[in-house]
């Protein structure tokens, strides 16, 4: 099978195992936004953030690094996932007792064992490092099945509580704890049948200190974007109180659909980013490129779609109850494109080894997002914080862009970019003044936006390009790239 092919194979296995994720975990949400109180669904949705932020503290970029070595050395595997797999086992087990530490500090008695015995199952991150393997050898069957059991279970257990009309904040996060635990230990067993991973250290100390030395910037970044990510959310629960935080979770919560797309492509893509860059450095440029054009291609028109629907598209999801949440949505869909962008050069800093200057844009980008928050939010709310997430998203995605093109003189921008991102930013912008209009007058725009894409960066089919007028030294150039 071609390269090609696997990561086309890989991607819309990803892509597809995430989404029924996504609409199962949104489903649960849309349940809890109309059966709780604001107040207790502002607190469910700050604990599954913070066990986010600290699920990736516990990785640290270890299984980014593990795989990008792992793919230019393979003999090197064992030893990498056994310095891996211990890491996130210590690390694990001291992000459960910052998560008990907050809980007992934070919340109220009835509630305080429930939420520490959730953040118990932090250490079992660990058994994700099996994911190392199906990540480089592309095989994401196992991964998906994994995903989707952990959350049929999360569905079927909130049902049950919800049925049984005992539904809580703390019962809901030890259901979503408990099938995170079921999700890592089945994609480890799964992994094990075929690649056998030693459960301790089987490095040499200075083997695993040198790997960490070069996780460590990619960490220290990730964990720096996840706090100017979610940095807002900790400051509007402390200056704005639980309500404010939940009418701005909610239509965050909505970003996960299309965060899906680049998180499950560069899955399938960062190895082979990684190896072009190692071993055929004319073949990187292209590649990259190509990249950046088709999340742009996918980027553009979910925005372009959303920012006219944000009414339609939050009610829908969560009742009227949560009407005055659209035009916050409005905002943070607009960071859509920024968000594709970022991802990627994110990915192609580390696939350069240039891991200390994503450190460095990350560091910038939480200081510049803090900033901006405690700034905004007093003015303006949610709205303010909203905000701060487009400006940030989008000078980060800008400058990864600049120093990837300094590293390598490879840029992913062109002029092609104008039409499809003029026709996107008119639409939004008139959106947003002309409320009320009927939704069919909308729908055609994101078509709009990806054909005059497609046309532009020449991703249509060469046959479909060279009927259209004007469109042949598209097709050529197309082909050529």
Known sequence: MSTRRRLLEGSAIQIAARIVTAIVGFSVLALLSRRLPKADFGVYTFYVTLFYILSTAVDFGVSGIAAREIAAAPERA?????????????????????????????????????????????????????????????????????????TLVFLVWVLVLTITERLQPGRILIAFAATHVLSHVTTWLLVRRSTPIAPWLAATWRETI???????????????????????????????????????????????FPLLVPASILLATFPVLSRLYVQDREAFGPFYRRLFHGLMLLALPIAAAAVPLRNEIVTLAYSDRFAESADCFGILIATVPALFAGQLMIHGLIAIHRQSLALALTAAGLVGNVLLNLWLIPIYGRHGAAAATLATETLIAIGAALFIHRATRVSPFSSRLLWPGLIAGVVAAVAWSVQGQSIWLWLPVPILVFLVGAFRFGDLPPEILGRLPFARSRADEGMKS
Request: proline letters at 5%; glycine letters at 6%; charged letters at 10%.
């Open 78 to 150: 064992s030893r990498l996932l056994s310095s891996a797999f211990t890491f996130k086992l210590i690390t694990g087990t001291l992000a459960t007792g910052l998560a008990i530490a907050l809980a007992l500090a934070l919340e109220p008695p009835g509630w305080r064992w429930m939420i520490c015995l959730a953040a118990a199952y932090l250490p079992t991150h660990a058994f994700q490092t099996a994911s190392v393997v199906l990540q480089v050898e592309t095989r994401f069957l196992p991964n998906a099945f994994s995903m989707l059991l952990g």
């Open 210 to 256: 040198a790997f960490l030395r070069e996780a460590a910037p990619w960490g220290v970044s990730s964990l720096l974007t996840i706090g100017y990510y979610y940095a807002d959310m900790f400051l509007l629960r402390l200056m704005k109180g639980e309500v404010e935080l939940a009418l701005y979770n909610a239509p965050y919560r909505i970003m996960n």
